[in-house]
């Protein structure tokens, strides 16, 4: 647990004969994560629900990652071999449905825990470092004294206790925009950020409905199953049926049809997809 005044760590479970957790402050990934809260708090001030919460979750990992620069997995440290679960660390930043998270925008589901929902922001802190190629699109990784100046400004400057998913993106964009002009970061940064962004399905979203306009096509259908590309909405209207509801809005919250202005006809993507939009 942290505050702006302090640090607290758990004990884990040293009586346990198993030694299925050490203590929380053996572990210096958890250790920057918790102080990483406290930063948060003074800076941004981010909320703890919702997209604002796994922000502010997947900003302590990150930089929980950052700080430890080893691997990618959060808290390996406090596992036993002989855990009888077989866990191996809490959370993965490469691979997060490892650890039961979502990598992708379109598995974002306001019910989940913050921990959970940081999985989406927790890629884009991997690929922005060690880049790789993710839903189709690939990063170029600028390594951890770029990124991590990235995101640190964006916390620090551009954030409010509100900022979720689609504003991080800008607000990490342009923190790399400005750290380039300033002669601290290479242009390639500004690159790395949006490929990583894109490749969660967060990206530059024209019309404003939550959808990223790489996600939208006029003639593309969109299947949750598959994850493909095409929501048949049109990047270049808010609200493509005129029913009243944002694209997004429908397609994320209500889970309604954007396409038929009913407001009541569920969302029931076509099995087959456009060979086009496949990828």
């Known amino acids: ?7 607290a760590f758990g004990d884990g479970s040293p009586a346990d004969p198993s030694g299925i957790l050490a203590p929380l402050g053996n572990a210096l990934d958890v250790v920057a994560h918790e102080f990483t809260h406290g930063v948060t708090e003074s800076t941004s001030g981010l909320l ?8 502010n979750e ?35 930043l490469a691979d997060p449905p490892l650890y039961y998270q979502p ?9 989940l825990d913050v921990h959970g929902t940081s999985g989406i922001i927790n890629k884009v802190g991997y690929l922005l470092v060690a880049g790789g190629t993710h839903n189709g699109i690939t990063v170029t ?31 990490v964009r342009q923190a790399a ?12 940064t500004i690159g790395a950020v949006d490929s990583a962004f894109n490749a969660v399905g967060l990206g530059k979203d024209t019309d404003a409905d939550g959808i990223p306009d790489r996600l939208e096509t006029k003639s593309g259908k969109f299947d949750p199953a598959k ?3 095409g929501t048949g909405t049109d990047p270049n209207r808010f609200d493509t049926d005129g029913d009243g509801r944002s694209d997004g809005e429908e397609l994320l919250a209500y889970y309604t049809n954007p396409l038929v202005s009913d407001n009541k006809q569920l969302w029931e993507p076509p099995v087959q997809l456009t060979s086009a939009l496949s990828d």
């Open 1 to 7: 647990h942290a505050d702006t005044r302090q640090l």
């Open 48 to 55: 703890y629900v919702y997209e604002p919460g796994g922000l």
């Open 58 to 92: 997947a900003i302590s990992d990150i930089f929980g990652a950052y700080a430890e620069r080893k691997n990618w997995l959060i808290g390996e440290d406090l596992y036993s071999p002989t855990d009888p679960y077989g866990r191996k660390a809490l959370r993965s």
């Open 103 to 111: 990598d992708h925008y379109f598995d974002y589901q306001s019910t």
């Open 141 to 171: 990784g600028v390594g951890y004294a770029y990124a991590e100046q990235v995101m640190y400004y964006a916390l620090d400057n551009l954030l409010t206790s509100s900022t979720g998913f689609a504003e991080f993106y800008a607000s």
């Open 177 to 188: 925009q400005l750290l380039v002009t300033a002669g601290r970061v290479p242009i390639v």
């Open 227 to 229: 994850r493909k590309i």
